[in-house]
């Protein structure tokens, strides 16, 4: 027979024995819950504890392990024999653990290394049938018992199963903080000590798990992940860069959708580099556009390590090398010199727009004491935003910065030199949707910042771009469904035009025609030349319009 014993708060040791028999198993124990065990233990107490062992019971501190031998228990295996020891510790108020074995030299007498509490129980193993058999419970603790309430943060009684684990990686994934997860759950069970395992203990097993699926090396594991998807999917797009210490410096990655999509509705291409939340401290660049549905669509991801001017070149050219050398109509971004030189060299043939929101922030930085006048903002955002013409636009400034006396202000003469750039009224020749900020990219950050934060890795950031990606796709559907099943929002029911405009626009961009289509109806037409089939009109609002404009319809 083989000894086996379980310590309390000492190790797990095992030693060899020849004077056991096997007629001490107990033939039902193959049907024998950990209940029954406890409950047999329970009723033979008296008998067991008949020989007065001194060793039976508590000598040290106020409470008191339950007068129960576990003596005579059948149990199949290893793990079974720990844990019914580990419930019966519960049920009394410690713990147990397992340590490592140590054999003496030269023999199999396994050597116990202990740190002063006696407890322990001991299995022999049957060598013929494999059962263990409790053969002795010492009971003689050196400390007080844990109260009932407050036995959960024992650590040999909290364990996270495989259950709570995959719902724990599984929200976490999906952007809930972790800490709202455990709130939810101790709600749910009622309390902390009905959870099973306490808030530290749940960080420690997901950081565990991530640790063991990125195998400790984050940008080996997304290039890895790369290398996959390109195997599999013939049109996956990736490209990397590393630096003279083979350190990867930048990378960027776009799929088959994307292209598809960049071919369909690739004429405004809004791009964004203001957000940096990964640990790396990397800049996050995705490429973004608008569908037909004026819904936000991804057309590639980039990550950046500098916002120099080579870096913009590299990860602009890899975008128009996934793109088969297509350039946009309209690019879009922030004010920033160096992307505004990467864009005149690779992108020579768009038209390079300024977001106007960036610009309002500027404001606020550069002309704080202007700002603050009485009706400023408002003048300023019009004139910025809402002149349909030049001229329109050239009155209104002047007169906005005759108003303000603000015309030598160095800001507003460099934003004036921009105006080609801001306007919409310079850019009427080049499609952009009637975008005017890049806060669509910036829609894209604001759905990433709300799942990851600055500890999370690069691996958890493609993960979470591809969450992104997936719900802006199910929206798209969405849109595509409404629009084929019929558009039931209109106003002018019976207007030709209006009729014809549901019948080739979506839902959402016949909205935006038919709004338009509205404002129209009040303006005053009059015909000043023609020749045909040219005719120009004088088009404005009889009473609201300064500047009228000149419209030439071809028949």
């Known amino acids: 027979m083989e000894n086996y014993q379980i310590f309390h708060d000492f190790s797990v040791s095992k030693s060899i024995s020849n004077d056991y028999s096997s007629s001490h198993l107990n033939s039902s124990a193959e049907n024998q819950t950990y209940e029954d065990i406890l409950n047999n233990a329970l009723n033979n107490s008296e008998q067991n504890d008949a020989n007065k062992d001194p060793e039976s019971y508590v000598v040290v501190g106020q409470d008191f392990e339950e007068p129960v031998s576990l003596e005579g228990s059948v149990v199949k295996e290893d793990d079974e024999a720990y844990e019914l020891y580990n419930s019966h510790a519960f049920r009394n108020g410690f713990g147990t653990r397992k340590g ?18 006696k407890a322990s129980v001991q299995f022999d193993v049957d060598k013929k049938t494999g059962m263990y058999v409790l ?4 009971r003689l603790h050196n400390h007080s018992m844990v109260p009932a309430n407050k036995r959960y943060l024992i650590r040999s009684h909290r364990h996270i199963s495989k259950e709570h684990l995959a719902f724990l990686t599984t929200f976490t994934c999906s952007g809930t903080k972790l800490v709202d997860i455990l709130r939810a759950m101790r709600k749910e069970v009622g309390g902390e000590a009905h959870l099973g395992f306490t808030v530290p203990d749940a960080y420690d097993v997901v950081l565990a798990k991530k640790k063991k699926i990125l195998d400790g090396c984050d940008s080996n594991q997304l290039i890895r992940w790369f290398t996959m998807r390109q195997a599999n999917e013939h049109d996956f797009y990736y490209n990397f ?13 776009r799929d088959g959708r ?6 369909a509705f690739g004429d405004l291409l809004i791009h964004d580099t203001t957000y940096r939340t ?6 996050c660049g995705p490429f973004v556009g608008m569908n037909l549905h ?4 991804m057309f590639g991801v980039g990550f950046i390590l500098n916002e120099k001017a080579g870096s913009f070149e590299w990860l602009f050219n890899s975008f128009l090398t996934s793109m088969g050398g297509k350039q946009p109509v309209t690019i879009m971004t922030d004010q920033c010199s160096a992307m505004d030189k990467a864009i005149r060299e690779v992108f020579p043939k768009s038209r390079h727009r300024l977001c106007t929101w960036h610009i309002g922030e500027n404001v606020i930085v550069n002309i704080k004491g202007v700002m603050a006048k009485e009706g400023f903002k408002r003048r300023f955002d019009y004139v910025l935003k809402y002149t349909d013409t030049v001229a329109e636009f050239e009155h209104y400034w002047n007169s906005l910065l005759a108003d303000y006396n603000c015309a030598k202000h160095s800001w507003i003469i460099r ?3 921009l105006k080609e750039k801001c306007c919409p009224a310079y850019n009427k020749e080049w499609f952009s949707g009637g975008v005017l900020s890049s806060q669509r990219s910036e829609t894209t950050n604001h759905s990433i910042s709300r799942r990851l934060h600055k500890t999370n890795g690069l691996c958890d950031f493609y993960k979470c771009f591809l969450e992104v990606i997936d719900e802006w796709r199910s929206k798209e559907n969405t849109g595509d469904y409404n629009s084929s099943t019929g558009n039931k929002y209109y106003a002018c029911s019976d207007n030709m035009l209006c009729l014809h405009a549901r019948e080739v626009y979506t839902i959402a961009i016949y909205l935006i025609f038919e709004q338009r289509f509205i404002k129209a109806v009040g303006l005053r037409s009059e015909r000043i030349r023609f020749e045909y089939p040219v005719s120009e009109y004088i088009v404005g609002h009889p ?6 404009h000149n419209v030439r319809f071809n028949e």
Do not use: A, P
Request: charged share 30%; glycine share 4%; hydrophobic share 25%.
């Open 100 to 117: 490592k074995k140590e054999y003496r030299s030269g023999t199999r007498i396994v050597r116990q290394r202990r740190i002063g509490c």
């Open 135 to 138: 053969s002795k419970h010492c």
């Open 241 to 253: 860069q590393l630096n003279e210490e083979n350190q990867l410096t930048n990378f960027f990655w």
């Open 258 to 263: 994307m292209r598809s999509d960049y071919e």
């Open 278 to 283: 990964n640990k790396y401290d990397m800049i």
């Open 294 to 297: 004026t819904q936000n669509i």
């Open 415 to 417: 934003l004036y030199s």
């Open 543 to 548: 009473t609201k319009d300064f500047i009228r």
